[in-house]
């Protein structure tokens, strides 16, 4: 069973800081790699997504991708108490048919 | 567009009793997916479907059936109901893949809280 690692958290930044999301996947044959964000009690909603190597941006959120090292990170610019959430880290299967999730890492920002 | 509904949004069932959760999109994707979500984990993988009679099992099918007779919706039957199935069920559909580019991304539901006793 291919793997998507993160670290569980919580992670606690203070408002205005950087906060870096961290994610590793075992299949070298991934291509499509996606951030999203789960509010307590809410689904999921996609942040960001990226298919080739090196950063995309967009508005605070930049995602990372490095293939060699198999490894994606979400980085958010001047955190908000709003981005208090779950992130999710997805990457697809190897048929291509579906997506495999990591177990999210719980980011809290404090005012 | 409502996107991706689901009914109900909360249930108790009693142990071996069964029941159906139901799934609709409105936006014409071929690929539905069933998901389960247990505390402080992520998603786990049920059963998915590539379109209209496919359907194929996931990382946890077992105590679960699908069908897909249509491109909207998705149902999810459990059919005797277990108490390890106490868990939040979301379902997603998403547009096929997009060639040279990749997957595409996938659209949820606002779930369906379950809990078996």
């Known amino acids: 069973q291919k793997e998507v690692e993160q670290n569980s958290g919580p992670l606690s930044v203070p408002e205005g800081a950087i906060a870096s999301l961290n994610c590793t996947y075992s299949?070298?044959?991934?291509?499509?790699f996606f951030w999203y964000r789960q509010y307590s009690g809410k689904s999921p909603e996609l942040i960001m997504f990226?298919?080739?190597?090196g950063d995309k941006e967009d508005g605070r959120f930049t995602a990372q991708l490095n293939k060699a090292s198999q490894y994606v990170s979400l980085l958010i610019r001047d955190s908000q108490p709003s981005d208090s959430a779950t992130y999710l880290c997805?990457?697809?299967?190897?048929?291509?048919?579906?997506?495999?999730f990591g177990k999210g890492t719980t980011l809290s920002v404090s005012s | 567009n409502a996107g991706v509904t689901q009914t109900p949004k909360f249930r108790i069932l009693k142990i071996g009793q069964s029941m159906t959760l139901q799934c609709t999109q409105d936006?014409?994707?071929?690929?539905m997916y069933w998901y389960r979500q247990d505390p402080g984990m992520g998603l786990k993988l049920i059963y998915y479907?590539?379109?209209?009679?496919?359907?194929d099992k996931g990382e946890v099918p077992n105590g679960y059936n699908v069908s897909r007779s249509t491109t909207e919706d998705f149902p999810l039957r459990l059919e005797l109901a277990a108490p390890s199935q106490t868990s939040v069920y979301f379902c997603?559909?998403?547009?096929?893949?997009?060639?040279?580019?990749?997957?595409?991304?996938?659209?949820f539901g606002p779930g369906t809280r379950l809990t078996v006793l």
């Open positions: 997603a559909s998403s547009a096929d893949k997009n060639p040279g580019l990749g997957y595409n991304e996938q659209f």
């Open positions: 299949d070298r044959g991934s291509q499509s």
């Open positions: 990226i298919y080739s190597n």
């Open positions: 997805a990457v697809n299967n190897q048929a291509g048919t579906a997506l495999i």
């Open positions: 936006m014409n994707h071929n690929y």
């Open positions: 479907s590539v379109g209209a009679g496919i359907t």
